[in-house]
């Protein structure tokens, strides 16, 4: 990755968060940048002197930290944020979400994608997993946009889609975009299933054989409530995680997302076939989906990111906040101030990210890594003071603290600048969705 030693940008700080191995922590540290690349991460004065033509950032009081890392999404639903809240799951879905998702247009979906990835560059993310509909225009957004991203049309067994009028056509679609995007230095493909009840096991298992094909990742919701347990079980005689195992799903491509109602022997399937687990907090308190297990999952050695869901059912894209949410909501559900103390949960939004995208070059600051980072600002009242730079980061941030973002070594937000998008024309746009979404 790296292609010498020339540095282009040294970005110092009175902190520097890792996220290495060790979890280091420099004090006055700095990262140097070369390209795309982390060329090296160490204090500052010694790196201006290795780099003294290096253009130099310097960020003041601030921690630099690698770029949060949203592990599932649906990104357009941006378009639906606030128009239908405060119902369970499956009323949610079939009433309400379900006949206006009918009426989307690729411009739409593009809108409201843009519209969402300007959201999680302010408040740091510069990685995400996304599934839906027309997601041939979440690719377009995500290359204008300049994220990270890993992408993918959902399917369900019901056709005509919006995308796709059958099974063979959804297929060719998967294939000509494996093409398309192939060679892309930030853009991956998934072949992502909507869930086990909206699809069928003959589905569930061309999809997984397209995506080993095309080399692409696959990803599903799994196992995100008791009632899909429910019908799992009736529909096909066993329980969502048993159900996909029997069906050759579980593998070190495979990122599941939700994954709530599960037992100790199923944590322990998903760690030995290698698969990752995205957690959503916020959207599953939301839906009142439950609590996924973290901590069984963690003990057998699952990968476990963090992610928002979509903007729909949280209602943002926001993952400072959803690490918060992910170490409170454990705490409160287990009866114990130690559950998910702050440095697991932002684990879970930086390495176990990388792990759910499946990206071993993304995730902490190390030389030869993408340079993926963000610096969050320790200058307003709830940043100081500063006993633990990691306590502040996950218990008094909120995503508003965030003066930069960087993706694959360009500068996409800079203090309240957005320089990879017109925000104020996206602004403008999005109050069209408002039309979009009352019409019968």
């Not at 397209?210 to 429910?230: D, K, V």
């Not at 079980?233 to 070190?252: M, Q």
């Amino acid at each position: 990755m790296l292609t010498g030693n020339h540095c282009d940008t040294l970005y110092t700080a009175d902190y520097v968060l890792t996220q290495n191995a060790s979890r280091d922590i420099i004090r006055y540290g700095a990262v140097a940048v070369s390209g795309n690349s982390i060329l090296s991460v160490g204090h500052s004065d010694m790196l201006s002197i290795m780099y003294p033509d290096a253009r130099k950032v310097d960020l003041g009081c601030a921690v630099i930290l690698p770029g949060l890392i949203n592990g599932h999404t649906h990104v357009p639903m941006s378009l639906l944020r606030g128009f239908s809240d405060d119902k369970a799951l499956m009323d949610w879905l079939t009433q309400d979400i379900f006949p206006q998702e009918a009426k989307l247009t690729p411009e739409l979906v593009e809108l409201g994608a843009m519209f969402s990835m300007a959201e999680m560059l302010r408040t740091g993310t510069t990685a995400f997993y996304d599934m839906y509909m027309l997601e041939r225009s979440v690719f377009r957004a995500a290359d204008k946009m300049g994220m990270r991203a890993v992408l993918g049309e959902s399917v369900t067994q019901f056709f005509p889609s919006l995308s796709c009028r059958d099974a063979d056509a959804y297929f060719d679609l998967v294939r000509e975009q494996a093409m398309e995007w192939i060679n892309h230095p930030r853009i991956r493909q998934a072949v992502v299933p909507h869930a086990p009840y909206t699809t069928t096991p003959e589905l569930l298992q061309r999809c997984y054989r397209t995506a080993e094909e095309t080399g692409a990742l696959f990803g599903m919701h799994l196992a995100e409530t008791q009632a899909e347990t429910e019908t799992c079980l009736k529909t096909f005689g066993k329980r969502p995680i048993a159900y996909c195992h029997d069906l050759g799903l579980l593998s070190p491509i495979s990122t599941f997302f939700h994954v709530v109602d599960t037992q100790q022997q199923e944590a322990e399937l998903l760690a030995s076939t290698q698969c990752a687990v995205v957690h959503n907090p916020a959207s599953n308190m939301k839906l009142a989906s439950g609590v996924s297990p973290i901590d069984t999952m963690h003990r057998a050695g699952v990968s476990v990111g963090l992610g928002t869901d979509g903007p729909a059912s949280n209602n943002a894209q926001n993952m400072v906040r959803e690490m918060y949410m992910a170490s409170m909501l454990q705490k409160v559900h287990q009866l114990s101030p130690t559950a998910c103390p702050a440095q697991m949960a932002l684990d879970m939004a930086t390495r176990g990210g990388a792990a759910a995208l499946h990206d071993p070059y993304i995730g902490s600051l190390e030389p030869g890594m993408r340079a993926d980072f963000i610096a969050l600002s320790l200058t307003p009242p709830n940043m100081q003071p500063v006993h633990n730079v990691v306590s502040n980061i996950v218990y008094a941030a909120t995503g508003a603290e965030n003066r930069l973002t960087v993706v694959d070594g360009r500068e996409l937000y800079r203090d309240g600048r957005f320089l990879s998008c017109d925000y104020e024309a996206l602004r403008s746009e999005i109050q069209q969705a408002v039309t979009w979404a009352t019409k019968s």
